[in-house]
């Protein structure tokens, strides 16, 4: 089969051995992968524990063409979608040690065909298109527990969602919108802002621009959560525009650290800076159900070949994406 291979000195398609399927595992046809940035991190390695080579991709929608057990033969010719979990573990709040993400060092859905253990699979929500539906589940799942678990998010609130053309950014935006929250949204694009304000965003401002932030919180008297992934030294002016009590949800840190935390600002006001990273198997099943009942139909940036791989990388590297990039196999 076809896959997309990293290797030390290399990153291309290569042709290998199709999988062979493990006792309760299904083979999935992948028709369609979506990018996220840990496979861009993994690509410049800097990712924990890298092991090449690698076939990357967290996300894929495809058809069942094979199932190991025959008790399992209803799921064959199903359009699913896949968990992107491997050994969460049992506490819901948080993954245990031996916790993995689909797509390095397993095989991951950049690939023709790929073997997941029965499981990990769900119907392709029936409002989405494949395409779209590959777009979902690992920042769907990242973003559902950033808001919701540790943000709390409810209808009234008044949330931003900052760097909002950003895979998982964009589905906390849609989430935000879809359960009636007052959604501001920050990016250095002006169409996306725009766009964002057509989808159901109040306002939005360039996070390039100073003080337009602070402005903008000003005039409506802060923000209850914010969600963020850049942190890094914008982080004392965002928290800064929080009211009290409110929460700082981050899920990653691409900024870096920042140099100094306003540890005053936040004690005094007792603001919350809360971690999240992707989501419990529960959290999972939870945010496909969302995605169903309140018809989320996430943004797609574009779609690549898998021939063309390296060029949809490079557009996530440059930032130049809005949405998630996808990969037809
Ligand atoms: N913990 C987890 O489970 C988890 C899961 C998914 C992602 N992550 C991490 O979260 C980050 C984003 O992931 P992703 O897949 O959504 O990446 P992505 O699709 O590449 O999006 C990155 C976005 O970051 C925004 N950005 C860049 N600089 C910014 C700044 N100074 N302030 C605010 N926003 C800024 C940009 O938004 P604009 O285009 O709007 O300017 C960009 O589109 C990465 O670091 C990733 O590793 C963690």
């Given at each position: 089969?076809?896959?997309?291979?990293?290797?030390?000195?290399?990153?291309?398609?290569?042709?290998?051995?199709?999988?062979?399927?493990?006792?309760?595992?299904?083979?999935?046809?992948?028709?369609?992968?979506?990018?996220?940035?840990?496979?861009?991190?993994?690509?410049?390695?800097?990712?924990?524990?890298?092991?090449?080579?690698?076939?990357?991709?967290?996300?894929?929608?495809?058809?069942?063409?094979?199932?190991?057990?025959?008790?399992?033969?209803?799921?064959?010719?199903?359009?699913?979608?896949?968990?992107?979990?491997?050994?969460?573990?049992?506490?819901?709040?948080?993954?245990?040690?031996?916790?993995?993400?689909?797509?390095?060092?397993?095989?991951?859905?950049?690939a023709e065909y790929i073997s997941v253990p029965i499981d990990r699979i769900h119907l392709k929500p029936a409002h989405l298109s494949s395409e779209q539906a590959a777009a979902v589940p690992l920042a769907g799942l990242t973003a559902y527990n950033a808001l919701f678990n540790k943000g709390k998010a409810e209808s009234?609130?008044?949330?931003?969602?900052?760097?909002?053309?950003?895979?998982?950014?964009?589905?906390?935006?849609?989430?935000?919108?879809?359960?009636?929250?007052?959604?501001?949204?920050?990016?250095?694009?002006?169409?996306?802002?725009?766009?964002?304000?057509?989808?159901?965003?109040?306002?939005?401002?360039?996070?390039?621009?100073?003080?337009?932030?602070?402005?903008?919180?000003?005039?409506?008297?802060?923000?209850?959560?914010?969600?963020?992934?850049?942190?890094?030294?914008?982080?004392?002016?965002?928290?800064?525009?929080?009211?009290?009590?409110?929460?700082?949800?981050?899920?990653?840190?691409?900024?870096?650290?920042?140099?100094?935390?306003?540890?005053?600002?936040?004690?005094?006001?007792?603001?919350?800076?809360?971690?999240?990273?992707?989501?419990?198997?529960?959290?999972?099943?939870?945010?496909?159900?969302?995605?169903?009942?309140?018809?989320?139909?996430?943004?797609?940036?574009?779609?690549?070949?898998?021939?063309?791989?390296?060029?949809?990388?490079?557009?996530?590297?440059?930032?130049?994406?809005?949405?998630?990039?996808?990969?037809?196999?």
């Amino acid at each position: 089969m076809k896959a997309f291979v990293l290797n030390t000195d290399s990153f291309q398609v290569e042709e290998i051995e199709k999988p062979t399927l493990q006792p309760n595992h299904v083979l999935v046809k992948v028709q369609y992968a979506a990018l996220n940035h840990r496979d861009q991190w993994i690509r410049e390695g800097q990712y924990a524990k890298i092991r090449l080579p690698a076939i990357l991709g967290s996300d894929g929608c495809g058809e069942v063409v094979e199932v190991e057990n025959e008790k399992d033969g209803h799921w064959k010719g199903k359009d699913v979608v896949i968990n992107p979990n491997i050994n969460w573990g049992n506490n819901p709040a948080f993954q245990q040690k031996e916790y993995q993400i689909l797509g390095m060092p397993a095989q991951g859905t950049l690939a023709e065909y790929i073997s997941v253990p029965i499981d990990r699979i769900h119907l392709k929500p029936a409002h989405l298109s494949s395409e779209q539906a590959a777009a979902v589940p690992l920042a769907g799942l990242t973003a559902y527990n950033a808001l919701f678990n540790k943000g709390k998010a409810e209808s009234g609130m008044q949330i931003l969602i900052s760097g909002v053309g950003g895979g998982v950014a964009q589905f906390a935006f849609l989430f935000a919108v879809a359960i009636g929250a007052k959604v501001y949204v920050t990016s250095s694009k002006s169409d996306v802002i725009d766009k964002c304000k057509s989808l159901g965003a109040i306002n939005g401002v360039n996070y390039k621009e100073e003080n337009a932030i602070r402005d903008l919180a000003k005039s409506i008297g802060g923000f209850d959560i914010i969600i963020d992934s850049a942190c890094g030294n914008g982080m004392n002016d965002l928290i800064a525009t929080l009211k009290p009590g409110g929460k700082f949800v981050f899920y990653g840190a691409t900024k870096g650290l920042p140099k100094d935390l306003n540890m005053r600002q936040i004690f005094w006001n007792h603001l919350q800076i809360v971690g999240s990273t992707m989501g419990s198997d529960a959290d999972f099943l939870s945010m496909i159900a969302f995605c169903d009942k309140h018809k989320v139909h996430p943004i797609l940036d574009k779609t690549f070949d898998l021939k063309d791989t390296v060029v949809a990388f490079d557009r996530m590297k440059n930032g130049d994406q809005f949405g998630k990039i996808i990969v037809k196999i």
